[in-house]
């Protein structure tokens, strides 16, 4: 199972599994085991975090309890959270159990690192990847939760904080959260605001100093970015971000849903990118990236970024190495 919320739905198995109703696809949540298992007081549902006891004792200990039946329900379900991090002696311990389990035992192993479970325990599992939730089913989501709260957000806003929650419903409804109690009106504005993220215009008026060749404007929106408040880091981030729709407008005209910008700005996204070569494009996000990298180590991210927006500018110049800056 690799997914951000993986103990979240390993607590829905075992759910459906113990349900009164059960085992059931659609647990009841009204009965003794529902309710415990939700309120974390079900005795039959073990969770352990492999970080924290990732040896061979406690593997060994799991193991001498696996053999007592429930207590309330049908199964013993034993969660075990970033599996990954076991011991290669604790996994081997293991190994038995995973072979032969009582019939009353379900195990869960639970990790964001599938690749680094062994082979032999792999190979006794049923695997399961979770793929994360696309941009226009999340922000349905965000919205459909906004209503069910008394929430007021704007349908772009919606999609600006399922674009950063990177597939992950529990993060979004997290920044949903954070953006209500920032602001009573969620809009992209206060979005942005709330994340110290660039706005469309900066991004725009960036851009057009590029397709210009004007760098030293380029340098007095550097200069407005650090006059904000903005990061540095995030400001780049934003750049690429926004040159790489620049990209796909040129590429894919017309459709707006491939690109992460509000739906009202599309029209001159596209307007903006036809100032721009696919070769100029592919070059900057080159460029770009190549910066992000190296401003990651720089000491002075604002030398490091002009530095990178020099190089876009003079395409003759070689990005020099910037970290020790």
């Known amino acids: 199972m690799c997914i951000r919320d993986r103990t979240s739905t390993a607590r829905v198995l075992a ?4 349900c009164a109703l059960g085992p059931t696809p659609n647990p009841c949540e009204k009965c003794v085991s529902c309710v415990g298992i939700r309120e974390g007081a079900a005795m039959d549902v073990v969770e352990v975090d492999a970080a924290s006891n990732r040896g061979i004792d406690e593997i060994r200990d799991l193991r001498e309890k696996v053999m007592y039946a429930p207590t309330q329900g049908r199964y013993k379900v034993y969660i075990i959270d970033e599996a990954h991090m076991l011991t290669p002696q604790a996994f081997n311990a293991l190994l038995k159990t995973l072979e032969e389990p009582p019939s009353h035992a379900i195990f869960v192993l639970a990790t964001t690192q599938p690749e680094s479970i062994i082979p032999t325990i792999q190979s006794r599992c049923q695997r399961f990847d979770f793929n994360r939730l696309t941009v226009s089913d999340l922000a349905a989501h965000v919205a459909r939760v906004a209503q069910a709260q008394s929430i007021s957000v704007n349908p772009d806003a919606a999609r600006l904080i399922a674009r950063r929650a990177d597939g992950s419903a ?6 949903l959260e954070q953006a209500s109690a920032w602001s009573p009106q969620v809009t992209v ?3 942005l605001e709330l994340l110290g993220v660039s706005d469309f215009d900066l991004l725009r008026r960036f851009s057009s100093a590029i397709a210009d060749d004007q760098p030293g404007q380029a340098f007095q929106i550097i200069q407005e970015a650090v006059e904000s408040g903005a990061d540095m880091r995030q400001f780049l981030q934003d750049l690429i971000g926004h040159f790489r729709n620049m990209l796909v407008a040129k590429e ?3 459709r707006s849903e491939l690109v992460d910008t509000p739906e009202a700005a599309y029209s001159a996204l596209e307007r903006q990118a036809a100032n721009f070569t696919r070769d100029r ?5 080159g460029a770009l990236s190549e910066g992000e990298a190296q401003l990651r180590r720089s000491f002075n991210p604002r030398l490091a970024l002009e530095i990178t927006v020099a190089a876009v500018s003079y395409t003759h110049l ?3 190495t910037i970290y020790s800056v």
């Open 318 to 320: 070689t990005l020099p």
């Open 170 to 175: 529990r993060d979004a409804l997290g920044l």
């Open 15 to 18: 759910k459906a599994l113990n």
């Open 281 to 285: 494009l592919v070059q900057i996000l």
């Open 252 to 254: 894919c005209p017309g």
């Open 189 to 191: 504005e206060s979005v």
